[in-house]
């Protein structure tokens, strides 16, 4: 069968217009590569593992490619494409994990690294306590893509260029703006998995992030500000720059940023905050996606991103928020940056709740992890980010439900006498259980008497994620409800980079510690 | 990993194929392979093979650049290819230099092949043993073992070329007590694989978590402390991205001064302190190749507290009538006065806190390098010269040019190697401990 990317779209029924496609020459090898008889090349791994003695393996050949264009005021800075293809050998021996991979795709390569994978297992084996065992996964052979409109990689560089160069332009358009960088990136997976289990699974995926940050400089002061995007990254194609009014948003940053020079500093101390989209989402990442990963909560991540304070024995028993409260995750989400067909474990992409009605009901699971607590199924959270890394538990996408109401923004501030109005994200830090957090924005309203007032700049605020999410009265209805996400979030030894998306509505929480980050020596409530 | 001569020859083939007027290659390769352990048990464990090439252009001054970890003969010409059509559609670099002309490097020493070759069973055997120490102390252990091996070149089409071979191996341990109240932390890292006291790792983890077992609870504000030089690692770490003379000239960088001037040349930290990059230093070799290709020198950013130099880039040298810094390709903080051992320091304290680790750091406010980030895996109260009792962690909005500052350190050890806990000790610097008169705890975490 014919594998080369073009007739893999037409399979999985992407539209693409041949005439839009550039000659690029890592594309021809992309094709040479795809046309690699990776069902042959996994069967010989998988009869090799078992041959050698795994009681189950999976073989991922893949293929990343990545382009970046990067510009600062009226220049270019940076254009470069990225490929990366090869394939990581997984086997689960006498109770124990080995891992091998290599970009050497050929027979002999692949002979000798699932070898070594099973070298590396047994060596484990020999030492292993308590034996890692997985639960059942479904057998699947099947294509997938993600709902991508326009594949950025078709698409002329010009373009990109052009598009950048225009943003800059509508920032500098602003008087007092001195600095503007920005940059496109796009990433495109081409992943096929096999398994022992008799899975055979092809998927291509498209994620797109375009980001600026426009900086406003007192020079006779000292001072400057800065307001970055609030667009962030999505799992979309070209689509999300045409669909979306970037030069807009950029001339407002670029106002923002000016502003923010004379903006007040706040009165530290406990305050209404009402938390735009662009802004919660991050702290539902760090607050929620993270303390629900079920790798933590096992202390299989104590060694470097943490544990949590949840544990096994309080799913279904902890308050997590006030009632309005409803967290889920999502594997399946439209332009999700974690949506996927399926898992590096094979197990198709779901959706289910973490918090419902403010309580802890249930956890991020893979087929190991699920069976170290005797669930029969895998929620299908298993990624790695490269052929060379070794798959193992990562975030779906994790979103809080919006109201079944029409409330919007004015809705949530006319019962606000004294709070303030967080639009981006901007300082983040946690502790490793997922209780202490503080959190910064890229800009800040007063909120006086029910309505928005005078900007804010030098804003955080501290709190303990139960306590937070407790203080949650207020959320917007569908109509406010937007996806923001983090491109590259860090996790794992070695560390690993994964996509994910969290979607939420406005929200409005009710006194919250506020910190000034401008005092001397910072921060003091 | 590839040879010498194998490199010179991709380097080779690819300049062959490039037919823009500039160009800038690059080869590089990597062995590495980890244990990773958690619960007293192996979880995921594995090796990588890679190589990739990269290449730059200028064609008119526009520049391209493609990447790629196929190195076939007909891959190498079409990631020129790739490159150079990149170039045809792209604006002219503004800020393009010529590529530099041979240039003669004086080799570093950051390279064993034991470490990279340290074999599969030795690994398992390395973990099985650390493992066994934190079951003998009725702890928890979860940790990580890494051994890398990296061999690349880079040669331009002006005639440079050079060629470096790097090796790094850590070993990281947190040990938790069963109650769940203790918790302890620690990592080294060596280039050579003979010179990581593994044993150091699991007995000083174990320890920390037996000692930090029941904390007591002790308000949030500025408390004298002494900082290990983990600490201190996890701290300093947002220093090395400040030093760029280019955003001090722009106006928006700690070391910008009003009027756009900047503040080379001011007593910023403790006259003590000295910041310096050598990359012939015998416990922390660096790369010979600074920024840019330029030769690596001992160079110094701060010279008894004084703003010495900022980082300028060929490009931003050559706007400003400077030279370009030949650095840095590591770091070392040490003092110019005589040095206290931690448990000097600890004599010496009448009140304070001992901190053994910092988490979750991130930058709060550029202007003053305020960061935030929590305490994590020991902190311990200190009262009459003696370690009285363990506390819970806090989290902490400190700036570090008010860390380092005249008047705010006390007491300043020998530095050690030691890596960041954040960047799994990955990245290597030489470091003291350090005692610092206030130190700004701003909430309580009880996160253990």
Known sequence: ?525 | MISETDARAVCHKLLSHVKAEDASVGVSSEDYAHQRFAANNFTTCGLRENLSVSVTVWSGKKRGAAATNAVDDAALRRAVEEAEQIAAVSPVDREYLPTLAAQTYKPSAGYAETTVKFPAASRSRLVHDVIGMCEKESVTGAGFFQARGTAGAFATKNGNFGYERSSLTSLSLTARTPDGTGSGYFLRNHYDIGRLDTARVARESIRKAQTSREPHTLDAGAYTVVLEAQAVADLLGFLRFVFDARSADEGRSPFSAPGGKTKVGEKIFDERISIYSDPWHAELPGSAFAQGGLPAQKMYLVRSGVLENLVYSRFWAQQKGKEPTPGPVNGILESSAPTASVEEMIRDTKKGLLVGRFWYIRPVDIRTLLITGLSRDGVWSIEDGKIQYPVRNFRFNQSLLQLLAPGNVDLISSPERVGSSEAQGGDSNLLPALKVKQFNFTSQSEAV
Request: charged fraction near 25%.
């Open chain 1, 1 to 525: 069968m014919d594998r080369s990317r073009r007739t893999f779209l037409k399979q999985t029924g992407v539209a693409v217009s041949v005439a839009a496609l550039p000659p690029w020459a890592l594309e021809l090898e992309a094709a040479e590569a795809a046309a690699i008889d990776r069902a042959k090349l996994a069967a010989l791994a998988l009869a090799a593992a078992k041959k050698l003695g795994a009681g189950y393996a999976d073989i991922r050949i893949n293929r990343y490619r990545t382009e970046s264009v990067s510009t600062r005021e009226k220049q270019v800075q940076s254009v470069a494409r990225n490929q990366s293809f090869g394939f990581g050998v997984r086997v689960l021996c006498d109770g124990a994990w080995g891992f091998a991979a290599s970009r050497d795709v050929t027979e002999a390569s692949i002979r000798r690294m699932t070898a070594e994978a099973v070298a590396i297992a047994k060596g484990n084996a020999a030492f292993q306590r308590k034996k890692i065992s997985l639960v059942p996964a479904a057998r699947v052979s099947t294509k997938w893509k993600n709902a991508f409109v326009t594949d950025p990689f078709d698409r002329p560089l010009d373009d990109k260029i052009q598009f950048l160069l225009k943003l800059n332009e509508s920032a500098l358009g602003v008087k007092g703006v001195n600095f503007v960088n920005s940059s496109l990136s796009f990433v495109n997976e081409q992943k096929f998995f096999a398994s022992s289990d008799g899975s055979q699974i092809e998927q291509y995926i498209i994620r797109s992030n375009p980001s600026f940050g426009v900086t406003a400089v007192n020079m006779l002061a000292g001072d400057f500000q800065s307001r970055n995007s609030l667009g962030g990254p999505q799992g979309m194609g070209y689509e999300y720059l045409e669909n979306h009014d970037w030069l807009a948003e950029a001339e407002q940053a670029g106002n923002e940023a000016v502003q923010k020079l004379k903006a007040k500093q706040p009165q530290p101390g406990k305050r209404d905050l009402v938390l735009d989209p662009t802004h919660l989402w991050l702290t539902i990442h760090e607050s929620v996606g993270h303390p629900t990963e079920l790798d933590r909560a096992l202390g299989w991540e104590a060694n470097y991103a943490g544990t949590s304070f949840l544990t096994p024995d309080k799913t279904g028993k902890l308050q997590y928020g006030s009632k309005l409260v409803n967290f889920f995750a999502d594997r399946t989400q439209a332009a999700g940056l974690a949506t996927v067909g399926y898992d590096d474990d094979g197990v198709p992409g779901q959706k289910w709740y973490l918090v419902k009605d403010g309580m802890f009901v249930d956890w991020q699971t893979t087929r190991d992890l699920a069976a170290q607590v005797g669930r029969k199924n895998s929620y299908g959270c298993t990624h790695a980010d490269s052929w060379g890394s070794v798959p193992f538990p990562r975030m779906p996408n994790v979103s809080l439900e919006a109201a079944k109401s029409d409330a919007g923004l004015d809705e949530l501030l006319a019962d606000v006498k004294d709070g303030i109005l967080i639009f981006g994200d901007g300082s983040f830090s946690i502790d490793q259980q997922r209780y202490n957090f503080q959190f910064g924005g890229q800009v800040f309203w007063e909120i006086k008497d029910g309505k928005k007032g005078e900007m804010l700049r030098d804003v955080a605020y501290q709190s303990r994620t139960p306590d937070f999410w407790g203080a949650l009265d207020a959320l917007g209805g569908e109509a406010s409800y937007r996806m923001g996400g983090s491109f590259s979030d860090g996790k794992g030894e070695p560390g690993q980079s994964n996509a994910v998306s969290h979607g939420c509505p406005v929200a409005r929480f009710r006194q919250i510690n506020v910190l000034n980050t401008a005092a001397r020596q910072g921060a003091r409530s």
